[in-house]
């Protein structure tokens, strides 16, 4: 079973529509939960922390479930800027920065 | 600023062939890492550097070595490519604050190799 575990997509939306992406993980001692967004044949780029109070930046809404161990990501009023590939992301405890990375869940807003 | 820069943006080399690619960043931080990122599959972590002068292993080392040459650079080296090898590979910085917090961590803009 995948550490973290996406629907690999794709979501292939209108503008305008609001589309919303779910990610589970597995290790429960995860302490930071992240959402990248990743352009085609480019870098991953933080899009957002998740934090279990759930927190909202513009369009974009976040929420984490510690007890079913779930995380959210809802974009509303879609833009076709939007396109892209969205990195479920969690963060393990330790020395270093470990972060654990889901495959991915692609978007594609049409006019 | 420049952030994370990666060289070279692509590369082929035939099968037992070795390279390196080279990674800099001009943000300070301490912490480095190599990662590859095949279809379907997450970004995975090959080797990171905690801080000046060490390294570690990830979770798929197998083939690859590095080196952490000062607090800039941190660089990656295929002795002996093989296929399994194909991927894109991207190196990330990122720095933990007074708190013990670790912020984002901050990509390359990666190299894609193909071995044949």
């Known amino acids: 079973r995948k550490e973290v575990e996406q629907d690999p997509g794709p979501f292939n939306v209108p503008e305008g529509a609001t589309v919303a992406f779910n990610c589970t993980y597995s290790?429960?001692?995860?302490?930071?939960f992240f959402w990248y967004r990743q352009d085609c044949r480019k870098e991953p780029k933080l899009l957002m922390s998740v934090y279990s109070s759930g927190n909202e930046d513009g369009r974009f809404t976040a929420q984490l479930n510690r007890a079913s161990q779930y995380i959210s990501l809802l974009i509303r009023d879609s833009k076709l800027s939007d396109s892209a590939t969205y990195l479920c992301v969690v963060s393990l405890s330790g020395g270093y920065n470990k972060l654990i990375f889901g495959a991915g869940t692609r978007l594609a807003v049409h006019p | 600023n420049a952030g994370v820069t990666q060289t070279p943006k692509f590369q082929v080399l035939k099968t037992g062939q070795s390279m390196t690619l080279q990674c800099a960043q001009d943000m300070n931080h301490n912490s480095m890492y190599w990662y590859r990122q095949d279809p379907g599959m997450g970004l995975r972590l090959i080797y990171y550097?905690?801080?000046?002068?060490?390294?570690d292993k990830g979770e798929v080392p197998n083939g690859y070595n590095v080196s952490r040459l000062n607090k800039r650079e941190f660089s990656l080296r295929l002795e002996s490519a093989a296929p399994s090898q194909t991927s894109v590979y991207f190196c990330?910085?990122?720095?933990?604050?007074?708190?013990?917090?670790?912020?984002?961590?901050?990509f390359g803009p990666g190299t894609r190799l193909t071995v044949t």
């Open positions: 990330a910085s990122s720095e933990r604050g007074t708190s013990g917090k670790w912020y984002e961590q901050y």
């Open positions: 550097s905690a801080s000046e002068g060490t390294t």
């Open positions: 290790n429960s001692a995860s302490q930071s």
